[in-house]
């Protein structure tokens, strides 16, 4: 018994070393994400992929909410103040009768970087 303890603790403690290499390996990918940003990923699209945006809203796909580019196709840059408020405070209305969840934590800038990111999609 006592002997196949050791065997199973000496097991494990070699796993920890494989482990270990990986981890070193896995900053490499985060290199690449900074990496892209600086190659021009629109900062609002980033904000867009970090939040819970995506859950409800797709590019060209009208989901729980509209699809970005109805929104790009229906604004002009005179309502990226109206919108980065709607999407801080939520709201329902402009599209039908489900509501937006408010983003109380945003801030408007960054509210507003989202919103010139969507209306880059104008076609
Ligand atoms: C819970 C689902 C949900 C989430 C999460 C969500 N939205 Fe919405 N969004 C909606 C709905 C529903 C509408 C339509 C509201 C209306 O009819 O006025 C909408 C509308 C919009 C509009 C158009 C507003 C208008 O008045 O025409 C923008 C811009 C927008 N969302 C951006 C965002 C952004 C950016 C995020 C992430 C920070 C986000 N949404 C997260 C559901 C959501």
């Known amino acids: 018994m006592i002997c196949g303890l050791i065997a199973i603790v000496s097991c494990n403690k070699k796993e920890v ?3 270990l290499d990986s981890n070193v390996m896995l900053e490499e990918p985060v290199n ?3 990496d892209s ?3 021009g990923k629109h900062e609002g699209l980033a904000l867009i992929e970090g939040g819970d945006c995506l859950t409800c ?3 060209d796909v009208r989901v729980v909410g509209p699809s970005y580019q109805e929104v ?3 604004y002009t840059e ?3 103040d109206m919108l980065a408020g709607k999407i801080i405070e939520g709201g329902k209305g402009n599209w039908g009768e489900i509501p937006m969840t408010p983003h109380a934590g945003m801030s408007q800038e960054n509210a507003k970087k989202m919103v010139a990111y969507i209306l880059t999609l104008k076609k």
């Open 17 to 19: 070393n494989p482990n």
């Open 32 to 34: 690449t994400v900074v």
């Open 37 to 39: 940003a600086a190659a």
């Open 57 to 59: 809203h797709k590019m």
């Open 72 to 74: 790009a196709d229906k």
């Open 78 to 80: 005179a309502d990226i």
